[in-house]
Structures are given as structure tokens and as C-alpha cells.
């Protein structure tokens, strides 16, 4: 689960890093009063910044044709000119796709002069089975083009878990980003609070881009996180019932949102050929092998080693919501999964949805005799696929006659 920036610096303040005073706002009446109690504290400027799950605000075009989803306001009525053209309207980054995505939240922050930008995470590394502390002096770039273009300004710090970050591990990170005296001490102590705040939250990522040494009003030079992005591991969630109050549904896919609900696993894509698959391994490969021959993949669809029939039935209704799919590819391999079940959903599904589209079933494994004597007494118009290449290629060509 993602959760807006502002909702990622809460959690980071409640771990002791340092964040700029700011004030999320969610209709224009609020904008005044949060953009005169900014300046009131001293600071010249406010910086009124879009809210949505996606990189590259900044930079993002408002269909509006408005430029820009960060700006700096220097006054009162400035800031509240730049709430008017972005709240409620469709904000359009290299990462959200042309359709873009609609501002419902402003976050005003006390703007600081910065002086050094870096970049922190805290995440895992699966290779070594670690969490990992990375940082590097070239913050606000993308760490993708850093490793591409200069590798060794980046550092990495490997975590016991036993134990949790270290001081000197905080103090190596410190020191590799070239601070010293009080800058290196607060850089320290945010450090490891970027660590427990991955670790205490449950979360994937968390991702400071820029880390910024900052100057703030009277002169006094800090450490402070002016940028989060923090991503949080579904399957702990349960623990968190505080983090999944900050779930906001206008951000994800209406279908995704519904097959959560099946505990299905669906991420929409923009191909025709919808894909139905227990396994996400074996959903990789279904998709490859749909490129492989041809065709494009409408979905990820994964319904889980032991799916019930009625998933499978919500399963084919999603799929089916999307107006793109031309074709169905069921492709099951029973392991835990009984063959059976998969075919009484199918049959039920197909039946209760009215299907008129092509459908193409390979089932292999568990029980595969009696699922396929229970698609072949259904009267179902389908194909059998006798392998995962033949099924993909008999649909690939039955979407595109």
C-alpha cells in the first residue's frame, strides 16, 4: 500500500526525523489560514505541493494546461492562486500515464533555503536477505540514474535484524554523505530513524528524495527529510490498523479495489488479452508467453493456490468490467489447487456473466481429469489449450480474427 507524502512524514516525525513544519489541506477554505500560519513563524516563502501517489509532480502538467504540481508561493494570496488551479484538478506526470490523476490534497510546507540535497532508504535487500540503508550525495535524482551514471556515490550500510541499526552504522552514513559537527550529529539520529521507521512500520520502501541540509528562518542549519515516499507490506497491515486508516481508495484502480476484496490479486494493464492464473510465477509466464506469440496482456490476475469458486466467479466479473479485454486465457496448474474447482468456477462464472468472448482453458495438475470432464459436459463454448504455448497461440489468434 502507498500512502501520500505528508502521511509518510507523520510516521517518519513519530521516529524522530526531521520534517519541514507543514499543514495538509483538502478544500481552498483551508488554504488562507494554513499558508498565514506558515509565514507567521518567520519564513519568507511556502511551498504548496500536489498530493497524489505518483513522482514527478513537480514537473507534471495540469490538464488545465496549468505547469506544475509544486510551487513557491511568496505570499498569502500567491499560495492561495496556486491552490485554485491545482485542487480538484487532473495532474499529469510521466508516472501517473496520460489519464493523470486528480489533486483532492495540498500539503503547504515552510519553504527552506537549501543548501545540499541528498538521498536515503531504508529497504530490503532480497539478495543478501537484509534490510539496507542507502544513501547518496546526488539527491534529487532518480537513484536509477545515479547507479547508471555514478555508482560509487552510492553507499550502502547492511542491517543486522536481530539487532536493528547501530549507532556507528547511522554515524558511517553520516559521515559518507560529508557532514560534520551538528549536521553530522542530527544526520545520525535521522538516519536511524529512517530505519525504524521502515522497520516499526512494516513498510517496503522508505525513500527520503532530498535528504536536504537547510537552512531555516534565523539562519540555523538542520537535516531535514523534504521529500518522503513510503510503500507498506500488505500482508502486515493487520498490525497497523492506524496505517490503514491512511489508505486513500481515489488513488488505486476501481478493479484492484474490488478484487481486494475477493483477496485476488489484479493490476490492470492496457493490452486486450485478460489472463486468469493461480501463481504469480505463473502469471509472469503467461503474460511473457502472450507477448512471445503476439498478444497483449489485459491483466495481472492472480486468484492464489486455493481459490474458491466463488473467486473465480468474481474473478471472470472483473475481468470482465474492463472494457478493453477482447479474450479470456485460463491458465491454472494444480498444486495445493484442485482442477475441479477451478472448472465448476468457470462454468458458473461464464454462465452467470453471459460470456460472449473467446476462452481459452489450460488446466494441468491436481484433479485435471475431473476438471476437464467438467468443462467438456458444461456446453461451454471454449477452447482447450494442450499446453501453455498452444493455449496462448490459439488465443492470441482468436482475438485477433
Not at 39 to 50: C, I, N, Y
Not at 51 to 62: D, E, L, P, S
Not at 177 to 186: E, Q, S, Y
Not at 304 to 311: F, H, K, L, N
Request: with cysteine; proline share 3%.
Amino acid at each position: 500500500m502507498n500512502i501520500h507524502e505528508y502521511q509518510a512524514k507523520q510516521l517518519l516525525a513519530r521516529h524522530g526525523v526531521a520534517v519541514p513544519f507543514e499543514i495538509p489541506v483538502q478544500s481552498l477554505a483551508e488554504v488562507r489560514p494554513a499558508a498565514e500560519k506558515i509565514l507567521a513563524r518567520g519564513g519568507a516563502k511556502v511551498v504548496v505541493k500536489s498530493q497524489i501517489h505518483a513522482g514527478g509532480r513537480g514537473k507534471g502538467t495540469f490538464k488545465s494546461g496549468f505547469q506544475g504540481g509544486v510551487k513557491v508561493a511568496s505570499s498569502v494570496a500567491e499560495a492561495v492562486g496556486f491552490a485554485e488551479k491545482m485542487l480538484g484538478n487532473v495532474l499529469v506526470t510521466k508516472q501517473t500515464g496520460a489519464e493523470g490523476r486528480r489533486v483532492r490534497t495540498l500539503l503547504l510546507a515552510e519553504a527552506a533555503k537549501i543548501k545540499k540535497e541528498f538521498y536515503l532508504a531504508a529497504l530490503l535487500d532480497r539478495a543478501m536477505g537484509r534490510p539496507l540503508l542507502m544513501a547518496s550525495t546526488e539527491g534529487g535524482m532518480d537513484i536509477e540514474e545515479v547507479a547508471a551514471k555514478a555508482p560509487e556515490k552510492i553507499f550502502k550500510e547492511w542491517i543486522d535484524p536481530a539487532v536493528g541499526v547501530m549507532p556507528f552504522q547511522a554515524r558511517k552514513i553520516a559521515a559518507a554523505l560529508g557532514l560534520k559537527g551538528d549536521l553530522f550529529n542530527a544526520a545520525a539520529k535521522l538516519v536511524a530513524g529512517v530505519f525504524n521507521t521502515w522497520w516499526e512500520c512494516d513498510a517496503s520502501l522508505v525513500e527520503l528524495n532530498p535528504l536536504a541540509v537547510a537552512e531555516l528562518p534565523g539562519g540555523r542549519e538542520t537535516v531535514l527529510a523534504l521529500d518522503a515516499k513510503i510503500s507498506l507490506d500488505d500482508n502486515a497491515l493487520y498490525r497497523h490498523k492506524d496505517i490503514q486508516e491512511m489508505r486513500d481508495l481515489n488513488e488505486e484502480a476501481p478493479l484492484e479495489i474490488e478484487a481486494g476484496k475477493f483477496n485476488l490479486n489484479y493490476i490492470k494493464l492496457d493490452g486486450n488479452i485478460a489472463c486468469l492464473v493461480n501463481g504469480a510465477g505463473l502469471a509472469m509466464a503467461t503474460m511473457d508467453i502472450i507477448k512471445h506469440y503476439g498478444g497483449e496482456p489485459a491483466n495481472f490476475l492472480d486468484v492464489g493456490g486455493g481459490a474458491s469458486q466463488e473467486q473465480v466467479a468474481a474473478a471472470f466479473k472483473i475481468i470482465l468490467s474492463d472494457p478493453h479485454v477482447k479474450g479470456i486465457l485460463v491458465n491454472i496448474f494444480g498444486g495445493i489447487m484442485d482442477c475441479n474447482v477451478i472448472a465448476s468456477g468457470i462454468v458458473a462464472a461464464v454462465k452467470e456473466t453471459h460470456l460472449n468472448l473467446p476462452l481459452v482453458v489450460r488446466l494441468e495438475g491436481n484433479n485435471v481429469v475431473a476438471g476437464k470432464k467438467t468443462l467438456a459436459g458444461s456446453g461451454l463454448k471454449l477452447v482447450a489449450g494442450g499446453s501453455m504455448a498452444d493455449a496462448a497461440q490459439k488465443m492470441v489468434e482468436a482475438v485477433g480474427k
